[in-house]
């Protein structure tokens, strides 16, 4: 399956969304995302499908697909009437002119229908030019969209004054403002709401735009003297040499191979203390360097870097869509076809039951659909996740996928992994005996531990490094156990933890034993520091009611010091990663639970938890099989992302309550007559900035 991603434009609400979803569906195509506020899709589709043939089938619905090789062209080509303001703007004149002929004094040549006619006319056009297109096309698409309403009022005020124009049946029936002001209000409602929704979307914009920059490239001439020389860095390759300066941002993910500088990753981490970098360690792409020089060599372009990835991340969990949209999407895919069936009901009741004149009926039929909103109910969501996702993401926290921000509100149990969670995970060894010969002891650990990811054989294979590698006939890792290998001699030999040597000795409180055919010939005690925030951490979800829980392959005594120094209520020690499944499977059983690892030892445990949060280095992003991937090299920002979920989740849930409410309020006073149709299409528009500005205030709300 080939994974496809486009820029869509021309969406303008759920109901756009759920046309192009719909019809993508009917493709065959699989894991179809569609984003309306971003305006990005993705599918995934096999060999017998073409992209050629999707494109113009979406492009039949009403839609433009920008492709990311002609979006530069696309942008150069747009012209006039290409927004809302610009529609806005060009129909104002034409409605001011108007509504003249409703001020108190009459402007007598303004008292005749066919000169109104004649100025309504440019606004009716253009105003069907792009809502009755849309309208026309959702129909075909099997989901009518709110464009569709707007067509239906403003076709309907037209015809009737047309009809009263041609018949010659005088002003009483000339009601061109009204078709005038409808068109002219959404358009600056629509404007209004755009302009809200994009702002919903500013921190990831704020990533976006880091994307493309200049560089300064190294190339050498026939002499070999070095030249530098500007170059945009989308036209980079790995391999380049790059040099960055003080105060410049790095063009692409390098590394460093001359030179030392301070750096704030800030927008990957959310903290924006420089970071020491010296020769060899690597810079991400779009961070800032703050103090020195360097000499750097392109690792990654393109979509391969950590900030393409961190985008990529946060768009797809935009496209996901969590348990409670389910409804509001169900809504709104029949809402349109409901609010037709209520507006001719209000036109029959008001006419033949409650004795109202004809044009007064037909003004409030029009005033209930222009003034329903099905957007309201479909972006409640997608608003409210947008700024909860784009402030995670300024501050190193980055989920995979929505659902998981509905999740957290009913997280009760935190389960934390030790080495390199709650610890630093950068051991020492502090002492170690063996019967063998000090040269050979260490040779044989060094010569085991190298083929290990685990941080404590890490910091033996750093530490011993200097010792003379044994060339092993066989080696392999028993995950949660330890190393076992056969030298060429068939000696056979097992590192690990204290699982391995239970038979041999009743002593616990070494971190690592050897045995040798069998027989234990020695052990390394090793020490770790409590990460400065873990108690912090800790206290945290305990005043939040939560319960936390240490899970740990090491021994009891260590893994019982670091609960004991932390106050964790429950420990689990000297567990496989088969014994922690089952201890998730458990605690899961008795409510939602949270487990926080590396990612990559505690991965089944993770992936069993409601929601797994994975600590992760920069360069670790895409190994990654957590729900939240915390890029900040600590788990201080543990209770953002947990008060970012539930505050999220109250925000979608506060933007349905407003939505349903605001239709179910707004529809009976129209029908009732107490809005004009003109006021009712201006409501409409702003209905749905309500939902943005009490999304944006994600932004700045309080969560923790």
């Known amino acids: 399956m080939e994974k496809v991603e486009w820029k869509v434009e021309g969406m303008t609400c759920t109901n756009c969304a759920l046309t192009i979803n719909k019809y993508l569906e009917k493709q065959g195509l699989k894991d179809v995302k569609v984003n309306f506020i971003g305006g990005d899709i993705s599918f995934e589709m096999s060999e017998s499908n073409s992209t050629e043939t999707i494109s113009k089938g979406i492009e039949a619905l009403g839609y433009q697909v920008v492709h990311p090789e002609d979006n530069d062209h696309h942008a150069k080509g747009k012209g006039l009437f290409s927004n809302h303001l610009q529609r806005f703007l060009f129909c104002l004149p034409f409605t001011l002119v108007l509504m003249l002929h409703m001020l108190p004094w009459h402007i007598h040549f303004l008292m005749n229908p066919w000169l109104q006619m004649a100025i309504c006319l440019p606004v009716f056009l253009l105003g069907m030019s792009y809502f009755g297109v849309s309208a026309v096309k959702s129909l075909r698409g099997g989901i009518p969209n709110m464009n569709m309403l707007i067509t239906i009022g403003a076709v309907a005020a037209f015809v009737y004054s047309l009809t009263g124009t041609l018949l010659n049946l005088g002003m009483d029936y000339a009601f061109y403002e009204t078709t005038a002001t409808i068109i002219t209000l959404v358009f600056l409602g629509e404007w209004v709401e755009h302009k809200s929704v994009a702002t919903t979307q500013s921190e990831l914009n704020k990533l976006a735009a880091r994307q493309k920059l200049m560089a300064n490239m190294i190339a050498f001439d026939e002499t070999h003297q070095e030249l530098i020389f500007p170059i945009e860095n989308t036209k980079l390759h790995v391999g380049d040499l790059i040099l960055i300066k003080t105060g410049e941002q790095v063009p692409m993910d390098c590394k460093i191979l001359w030179g030392e500088a301070y750096v704030n990753e800030s927008l990957l981490t959310g903290e924006s203390n420089p970071v020491h970098k010296l020769k060899k360690d690597a810079l991400i792409g779009g961070s800032l360097i703050t103090e ?14 950590i900030l393409s990835n961190i985008l990529q991340l946060v768009k797809q969990a935009q496209g996901d869509k969590p348990p409670i949209q389910q409804l509001a999407d169900k809504i709104s895919a029949i809402f349109v076809p409901a609010v037709i069936g209520i507006s001719i009901l209000s036109f029959l009741l008001n006419y033949f039951a409650f004795d109202i004149s004809v044009t007064d009926s037909l003004m409030r039929s029009i005033a209930v659909l222009v003034i329903s909103c099905p957007c309201a109910m479909g ?26 921000l509905e999740l957290f509100k009913d997280i009760r149990t935190v389960v934390f992994d030790k080495t390199g969670t709650l610890t630093l995970g950068q051991l020492t060894i502090s002492n170690w005996h063996s019967e063998l010969d000090e040269t050979l002891f260490k040779s044989i650990v060094y010569s085991i531990e190298k083929f290990s990811n685990h941080p404590i054989a890490k910091t033996i294979s750093l530490n011993w490094k200097n010792s003379q590698n044994i060339a092993w006939k066989k080696i392999e890792e028993i995950k949660g156990t330890g190393m076992l290998a056969e030298d060429q001699e068939g000696n056979q030999y097992a590192l ?33 520091e409590l990460r400065p925030e873990s108690a912090a951490v800790i206290k945290y979800l305990h005043e939040k009611n939560i319960q936390t829980v240490l899970l740990s392959g090491d021994s009891s005594a260590r893994t019982n010091k670091v609960a004991s120094a932390l106050g964790i209520d429950k420990v689990f020690a000297e567990q496989s990663p088969e014994e922690k499944l089952k201890v998730i499977e458990t605690l899961n059983n008795q409510s939602p639970v949270a487990m926080v690892g590396d990612g990559i030892n505690d991965a089944p445990a993770l992936a069993k938890a409601t929601i797994g949060i994975s600590m992760s280095d920069a360069t670790q992003l895409a190994m990654q099989t957590a729900q939240v991937v915390l890029m900040n090299k600590g788990i201080q920002h543990l209770p953002l992302a947990l008060g970012l979920g539930k505050h999220t989740f109250s925000t979608i849930k506060g933007n349905l309550f407003w939505a349903f409410i605001y239709n179910i309020v707004a529809i009976p006073i129209a029908a009732m007559g107490f809005l004009h149709p003109g006021i009712a299409a201006l409501a409409m528009g702003f209905s749905d900035v309500v939902l943005a500005i009490n999304s944006i205030r994600l932004n700045y709300r309080k969560v923790i």
Do not use: C
Request: proline share 1%.
């Open 496 to 528: 690990g933890s204290y699982k391995i040597a239970a038979t041999q000795t009743s002593d616990t409180n070494h971190t690592a034993y050897l045995l040798k055919n069998g027989s234990l010939v020695g052990w390394l005690d090793m020490e770790d």
């Open 292 to 305: 020195g020089t360097v000499k750097a060599q392109v690792t990654a372009v393109g979509k391969d870097t």
């Open 379 to 404: 972006l409640a969501t997608p608003a409210a996740i947008a700024v909860g996702l784009g402030r995670a993401a300024r501050n190193g926290i980055l989920f995979r996928n929505a659902k998981s």
